[in-house]
């Protein structure tokens, strides 16, 4: 079936360093991947979708210039957390369209 | 705006049990209901989908159905064991056709013990 990579599983970065989450399509091209975040004992909250060859779309309240999404291939998406802090610590779980949603094993962001 | 309450755990049950987890949602049309599982350390997998009033959505002997009237659809399986231990979702889709992305609820940690 449809696999989605993502990588790193988990990371650990100073406040004000930038952290890259990439996310892969291995076996299938995805025009539409979506980005979530979860905080402890809360909900997935969908963060913006990207769309291969044209800027993400973000949910309201999410900050464009500090999750940068670039999704320059069909089979590649990232998301850049730019000038962490400690807030943006957080589960950070991809997901790509085929006929469906299949979802990449998330990244704990740990911010100190 | 499109929301999903699910029942809050953790759930703990014995092996054998009749397992339930409630889910209801509101949506401002007819959305597509899921219910994904989340094993420690892997990623969400789809579990079952409904995509219209009554459908019933089933796998692995879960079943979920579609219920317009009350706005609900309750994960069930008649005999649980140790390992469907796990966090359940419950999500629903505006368009069920992979355009738009999931609304999920908090997820539901079932715990069952042998």
């Known amino acids: 079936g449809a696999v989605v990579s993502q990588h790193p599983s988990w990371v650990i970065c100073k406040s004000g360093t930038s952290v890259k989450i990439e996310c892969r399509s291995l076996?299938?091209?995805?025009?539409?991947m979506f980005w979530y975040r979860q905080f402890p004992k809360q909900s997935l909250m969908l963060m913006a979708t990207s769309n291969e060859g044209s800027k993400a779309t973000y949910e309201q309240g999410v900050e464009k210039d500090k999750f940068l999404i670039n999704h320059a291939s069909l089979t590649l998406s990232t998301l850049t957390v730019t000038s962490a802090h400690p807030e943006d610590s957080s589960f950070y779980i991809c997901s790509a369209e085929n006929y469906g949603y299949t979802f990449g094993s998330g990244t704990r962001l740990t911010v100190v | 705006g499109n929301s999903v309450t699910q029942m809050e755990g953790p759930v703990t049950l014995s092996e054998e049990a009749f397992l339930t987890i409630n889910c209801t949602y509101t949506?401002?049309?007819?959305?597509?209901l899921f219910w994904y599982v989340q094993y420690p350390g892997e990623g969400l997998q789809l579990l079952l989908k409904a995509t219209k009033a009554d459908d019933k959505g089933s796998n692995k002997g879960f079943e979920a159905t579609y219920r317009k009237e009350t706005t609900s659809f309750h994960l069930e399986k008649g005999s649980v064991q140790v390992s469907d231990s796990a966090v359940y979702f419950c999500?629903?889709?505006?368009?069920?056709?992979?355009?738009?992305?999931?609304?999920f609820g908090k997820g539901t940690h079932l715990i069952i013990q042998p």
């Open positions: 949506a401002t049309g007819y959305p597509s």
């Open positions: 076996d299938f091209q995805a025009t539409t």
């Open positions: 999500a629903l889709s505006e368009t069920g056709g992979g355009a738009d992305g999931l609304t």
